[in-house]
Structures are given as C-alpha cells and as structure tokens.
C-alpha cells in the first residue's frame, strides 16, 4: 500500500447555516477525489447537504465540537481529512503530502495552510495569506498563543496548533477524547493542549495550501462565548491569543 492510499482516509466537515458554502467545499473535494468518502455534519436550522457527501445527523445548534465528535464516531477509515466548511480545494492544493506524514508516522497529525480569499465587487478576489498555526506559550497557569513554528522536520515545520486544515490519525484523536461538546464552537485551542499534553505530534506541511473563503458568521440564535470555559477547563487563569485579546476563566469556576 502506498503512503497516501486515498482509500485509507475519509473526509469530514462540520457545518452550520452556510449552504452555499459547504456546497462548494464539497464539490472541491470531489472535482479532486472521485471516491474519497466525505461525511457532513450540518448543525444548522435546516440541514442541507449535497449529494456527494453522506450526511451524519446530529440535532440543531449542538456546536461544532459534538458535530465532530459525531463525524469521528463514523470514520471507519485509519485516518480522517479536517476539512473548514469555508474552505476550497484548488487544481493546486496538494493532500496527498499531508496523508503521506501521518501514514509514515512522522507526525500524528499533519496540517496544510489557507489562503484567504475575498470576492470584491462581485468580479475581483482579494488573496492573502491566511495562516493559522502556531505554537502554545505556556508560562505557569496562562497561556499565550503565539504565531509560527518551530524546528523545521522532513517535509513540516514543528507547531502545536493549527488549522481545521489536517489529516490525523483516526485512533490518537479517538483516543484524546475528540473535542469536548461542552466548548460547542470555541474546542480548538483545548483540543490542541489535550494533544500536546498526551504527546501528539502536530506539524504543518507549508507546501499543502487551499483557499478559505471569507464567509459571514453563521446565524446561531444561541450562540455563547465558552472560550472562557475553555481557558479554566485547561487549568488556565487566562489567554492571550493571536489578536492580543485576553480571555479569562471565569471566578466560579476557578474557585470550584
């Protein structure tokens, strides 16, 4: 078996009332891969899922983290494509190197990069860099998140958090426990300190780029900031991250 056998791996993507932009992601994938699997959580107020992907229903407005934790719960396949329901796979963007990383057990989970991408004036698309690796800053009971990477592997770059932009291993990420559906759409950051702590090895392939479309927040009537939750959850007084916002873990909980 070849190191990137597209038959060991499945696609997923989380979503949430955007329509039209799962519709295009779906179809990138597709237009690349004829038979890779794709599994779709729509999350949203009225689920709509194309043809080319089999749906995994979960209930409206359970966030993002129970949605991928129902999507990995269906993975049969040794390893799993993390797919942004913004993002597109272009003519350019190169999987196979990601799925070779994990299969040759260099890295447990091997990330690509964005470029975002805004329509302007219906007609332009202003394109930039978009990246959303880096590195967890920890100094006592607070942590900073920090852009870059460090030491440079064969074929990666050493970084302890990335985009939803990865392939990993099906059976380390069942093993960490998924992402906690409490933190509903704020997971990320403490699902990447779960894996740093249990020894995941996350790296980013600065070679794999695809496009992530700027897209409006989707509509969520509910929706809760619970990065707070997030930062006490990890043992953590505060956050620092990318922007320089601090988030603080909330007194109550901290005291409990």
């Not at 779906?26 to 043809?51: C, T, Y």
């Not at 959850?233 to 109550?252: F, N, Q």
Request: glycine residues 6%; positive net charge; proline residues 5%.
């Amino acid at each position: 078996m070849s190191s990137a056998d597209l038959s060991q791996l499945t696609a997923i993507i989380s979503t949430a009332n955007r329509p039209k932009s799962l519709r295009r992601v779906v179809q990138s994938v597709r237009r690349k891969f004829a038979d890779l699997k794709i599994l779709v959580a729509d999350h949203g107020n009225e689920p709509r899922v194309p043809k080319q992907a089999d749906q995994v229903k979960v209930p409206p407005a359970v966030g993002r983290a129970s949605a991928c934790n129902a999507l990995l719960s269906r993975v049969r396949t040794p390893y799993f494509l993390m797919l942004d329901d913004r993002a597109e796979l272009t003519a350019e963007t190169l999987t196979e190197p990601l799925l070779e990383l994990v299969a040759e057990d260099k890295l447990d989970l091997a990330a690509g990069d964005f470029i975002g991408c805004r329509r302007r004036f219906w007609l332009f698309v202003k394109r930039q860099p978009q990246p959303g690796h880096g590195l967890l800053d920890f100094a006592g009971d607070e942590l900073t998140l920090r852009s870059g990477h460090r030491t440079i592997g064969e074929g990666y770059a050493w970084c302890d958090f990335v985009h939803h932009f990865f392939v990993a291993k099906t059976s380390k990420v069942r093993d960490l426990g998924g992402w906690d559906p409490e933190l509903e759409n704020d997971e990320r950051i403490e699902f990447f300190v779960r894996a740093q702590r249990r020894g995941l090895r996350v790296g980013l392939a600065p070679e794999v780029i695809a496009s992530l479309w700027d897209e409006p927040a989707p509509i969520e009537d509910n929706y809760v900031d619970r990065r707070s939750l997030a930062v006490a959850k990890m043992g953590l007084s505060r956050m620092v991250d990318l922007e320089g916002h601090v988030i603080k873990a909330p007194r109550r909980v901290m005291a409990a």
